[in-house]
């Protein structure tokens, strides 16, 4: 065997010299001993050379072999060194165990034998003392009690009859805290119940005591009203039930009875309340009661028992109170009340409603039922009437300016003071001051405000009505320096200022029409003298103030009933319709607005005004008609007939006019500052209707100005006679003219005459600068398409008779675009387009027939038949006019 195939223990077993060997060890690397994670294999593959030898491998294996056995060798020395101590050691640690199972064994001995001791004599022998003495002791009481026995009978029945009076005498006492608590009479009767141990007795006694006082106390209350009312009457009240005792309340006494019904109801529901507190705040005490006072502890399920049965009472108590009022409201027709009293009434049952809410979390829906089928007949019938005086108002209209003062916003009315004070920024501070005390005491509980006295239904008889502001403008003016303004004819229409888009109008007698003595004064004054406050003061009519109170008094019906929003916010909608109805039968309604072409009624409005008159208009009036259906739908307004529209020189009604249409304008404004109180208050599943109808109905209000200024405008000007004037002009000239026809002169001062008109209405009614917009629009626009039209009958015409037309046009616009501001002038290019096309070629006017339908088929063939003979020929004439025909088929 060589050395390469030389194992390890053959290179172990050698005898190596000891300093050889510790040469050897010397000669190992310290890396191998750094750590015991030290991977050797690896460190030394790394260590070998990129070119690798045999030989040097096998002498490199033989050199790591004899160091792995020059350390193997030393730690087996090493080892045989230390045996002996090894040994030794171990012998001691076995002795050692020995001696401590000995001594183990020993001490269980010992424990076990002093055991033994104390139960045979220290336990035995005390045992038997401790009975002999307790035997002596019970035998000396057992002799007592036979002695006392003898005297407990009859002293046990006198107790027994004690105790029931007692017993009978808190019942008393309890019963009078259900009316009048007191803090220290109720301490006193619980300390009592509890030393007789009947506190749950004394809970069961309670409620039924209260429920007791809730039927006593209501019918006390009506039965003094009923008797009061009847006088001497012969029928027995007494013996009536309450429910049936309710229908005698006469309408005069009702709100009155109601008031101290609901106030008798709130000292009961109190003297529970306070009962409540009182049984919590015992239950948090844990002090010693004071000096001289023995009270026996409640147990825990006492306590439980009370709190469960005293938070079990609220919603009991509570439905007995709603049980009582729904009868007291239910038991009178309601539907003749007047308004403010059927608000007293609704206001009174939101304010209980609010009491049942923090008296036990009750959403009250026996009251909500009740009053809701109340408010609904009531509602229905007050609806209907309103609609009618509505109707009676607008017939009776002479549509005359109510004057304003400039500060008007609907925050002035009475009807809308229950939202004025908190939104109005014009409120005086001291009412600021007021009312942000108020609503700092709104986040109070009733029950905390009136804790110790007053009653939250006082408030109603204790409240006094502010003093409102007065409305109206004294004889149409503001202050002598507004009256030094110098009217200016035509006044931007930024009319309307912001505190009239957020704020609300105050109670006055804001409706009274001004005297005629007043007006004849206003219209005799000089023109710098016609103020009318044209800035701010909008234009209203005494209608329309009405109508404005009327949605007052509906919202404010609506924010205290909130279950029948919906059925309010429906019949708001209907006045709006109704008014909106009304201005347009009154003024725009015309059978000439199709033929114009003018597109004067959109597709919206014609769709909202067919909706009003389907829905809301009794078309059949007078005529026997369903009943049902006749309930539902109202008669239409017929204009007053101290209203003419047929006058020339008022401009057929003008001042008429603007009123209705821009009080209208300033009613659909103020329905637009309400949208977000209305949405609010409708449900969720309703909010679609207001959309639509704010979206369908209230936007389209200003619409209605340009049918019914149409009307003017279509009478204002004698366009028949300019078309006349027109036809006798001689078009087939051969020269080119420098001076214009006659009939743009006379159609000018025709615009002059109307400018006059305008500004003399002007001094009377502010017009507003959109209803001057509109109004020149109309008149222009319909100047221009006569135009179009008198050239359209034109047989024959030169080209020097196209550039007459040209001229005359220019100096037409050049003249109008003196009297008026309105730029660009409406229907320019539909003119000037129309005089150009006499130019076009065969192609171009072909061309031109088809872009250009919104000239007629008679407007169109002219244009053709005048061309013919000067560059278009008699085929390219055929070829034109079908053209026509095919576009003017589809008409057909």
């Not at 006593?216 to 049936?244: R, S, W």
């Not at 743009?744 to 008109?757: C, G, H, T």
């Not at 088809?850 to 560059?871: D, T």
């Amino acid at each position: 065997m060589t050395g390469r195939e030389r194992p390890l223990y053959i290179l172990s077993q050698q005898p190596i010299d000891p300093q050889a060997e510790q040469e050897i060890i010397d000669s190992i690397g310290e890396v191998y001993f750094s750590n015991d994670s030290f991977d050797m294999v690896q460190h030394e593959l790394e260590k070998l050379p990129p070119e690798l030898n045999l030989q040097e491998l096998e002498d490199y294996r033989d050199k790591l072999k004899r160091q792995q056995a020059a350390v193997s060798k030393r730690v087996a020395d090493l080892i045989l060194e230390k045996q002996p101590s090894y040994v030794k050691e171990l012998e001691r640690v076995t002795a050692l165990q020995t001696n401590l199972q000995l001594a183990a064994v020993i001490c269980t001995n010992a424990r076990r034998q002093l055991n033994v001791a104390k139960a045979g004599f220290t336990e035995a022998s005390l045992g038997l003392l401790a009975n002999q003495r307790r035997r002596q002791l019970l035998t000396g009481l057992l002799k007592s009690l036979r002695t006392i026995k003898t005297l407990v009978g009859e002293l046990n029945s006198k107790l027994q009859d004690t105790l029931e009076q007692i017993e009978e005498q808190l019942d008393v006492a309890l019963s009078k805290t259900c009316k009048h608590f007191d803090v220290l009479h109720y301490t006193k009767v619980q300390m009592a119940y509890t030393l007789l141990g009947k506190t749950q007795t004394a809970m069961d006694q309670l409620h039924m005591h209260f429920t007791q006082a809730i039927h006593n106390t209501v019918f006390q209350v009506v039965l003094g009203y009923v008797e009061l009312c009847a006088g001497n009457a012969d029928t027995k009240f007494q013996k009536m039930q309450y429910k049936d005792l309710c229908t005698h309340i006469t309408l005069d006494s009702y709100i009155p009875c109601l008031m101290d019904l609901c106030k008798a109801l709130w000292e009961v529901m109190l003297s529970y309340h306070r009962t409540m507190q009182w049984h919590e705040e015992q239950d948090k005490q844990e002090t010693t009661p004071p000096p001289g006072w023995f009270i026996f502890p409640l147990l825990t399920v006492d306590r439980s028992y009370v709190k469960k049965k005293l938070e079990h009472g609220l919603s009991r108590i509570w439905q007995d109170v709603q049980l009582k009022v729904k009868s007291y409201i239910l038991g009178t027709d309601m539907s003749n009340f007047k308004y403010d009293d059927f608000i007293v009434v609704l206001d009174v049952i939101s304010r209980l409603m609010q009491v049942g809410e923090e008296f036990c979390g009750s959403k009250s829906e026996v009251l909500q039922e009740s009053i809701k089928r109340q408010s609904v007949n009531y509602f229905k019938n007050y609806h209907r009437a309103r609609l009618e005086e509505l109707r009676m108002f607008l017939e009776n209209e002479t549509w005359e300016l109510c004057p304003v003062k400039s500060n008007f916003n609907i925050a002035q009315l009475h009807e809308f003071k229950f939202m004025g004070q908190c939104r109005s920024p014009s409120v005086s501070p001291s009412r600021q001051a007021a009312s942000s005390s108020y609503a700092a005491q709104e986040e109070e509980s009733l029950f905390q405000q009136y804790v110790q006295d007053g009653n939250p239904f006082e408030m109603h008889i204790e409240e006094k009505e502010e003093e409102t502001e007065d409305v109206l403008a004294s004889n149409g003016y503001e202050s002598d320096e507004l009256e030094k303004s110098v009217y200016q004819e035509y006044d931007s229409d930024s009319d309307v200022p912001e505190e009239l888009k957020q704020d609300y109008v105050d109670e006055q007698t804001g409706d009274a029409p001004l005297k005629s003595g007043s007006r004849e004064t206003i219209r005799s004054k000089k023109k710098s003298d016609y103020c009318l406050n044209k800035a701010n003061a909008p234009i209203l009519t005494n209608t329309t103030l009405n109508v404005i109170r009327l949605v007052g008094k509906y919202i404010q019906m609506m924010n205290i009933l909130k279950p029948i929003a919906f059925d309010v916010i429906h019949c708001v909608s209907q006045l709006f319709d109704y008014y909106l109805y009304a201005v347009y039968t009154f003024f725009g309604r015309n059978d000439m607005y199709e033929s114009s072409g003018l597109g004067l009624i959109s597709s919206r409005l014609r769709t909202t005004l067919n909706r009003i008159q389907e829905s809301l208009i009794d078309m059949n009036a007078g005529v026997h008609a369903p009943t049902e259906d006749r309930k539902e739908k109202v008669p239409s307004p017929h204009l007053s007939h101290l209203v003419v529209l047929t006058n020339s020189e008022t401009l057929y009604g003008l001042a008429q006019r603007v009123v209705a249409t821009e009080s209208l304008a300033f009613l659909a404004e103020l329905f637009e500052s309400l949208q977000s109180h209305l949405d609010a208050m409708m449900p969720a599943a309703k909010k679609p209707f207001l959309q639509q109808f704010y979206s369908q109905t209230v936007s389209t209000a200003s619409e209605l100005r340009k049918p019914i200024y149409w009307v003017v405008a279509a009478k204002a000007i004698d366009y028949e006679q300019m078309l006349l004037m027109m036809a006798g002009v001689k078009w087939d000239i051969r020269e080119i003219m420098s001076q214009h026809n006659i009939y743009v002169d006379v159609l000018l001062k025709e615009f002059e005459q109307f400018n006059k008109r305008l500004g003399e209405v002007s001094r009377h009614v502010r017009i507003p600068l959109p209803v001057s917009n509109v109004l020149w629009e109309h008149c222009i626009r319909l100047a221009n398409r006569t135009l179009v039209e008198g050239y359209a009958n034109v047989k024959k015409c030169s080209n020097e008779g196209r550039a007459l037309m040209q001229l005359d046009f220019q100096q037409f616009l050049m003249k109008l675009e003196k009297l008026t501001d309105l730029r660009p002038i409406p229907d320019k290019e539909f003119v000037e387009t129309y005089i150009k096309a006499y130019y076009l070629t065969e192609n171009d006017m072909e061309q031109f027939i088809k872009n250009h339908r919104e000239y007629s088929m008679k407007q169109l063939a002219n244009l053709v038949n005048v061309c013919l003979g000067s560059h278009i020929n008699k085929r390219a004439r055929q070829k034109l006019l079908a053209a026509i025909d095919d576009i003017d088929r589809p008409k057909r």
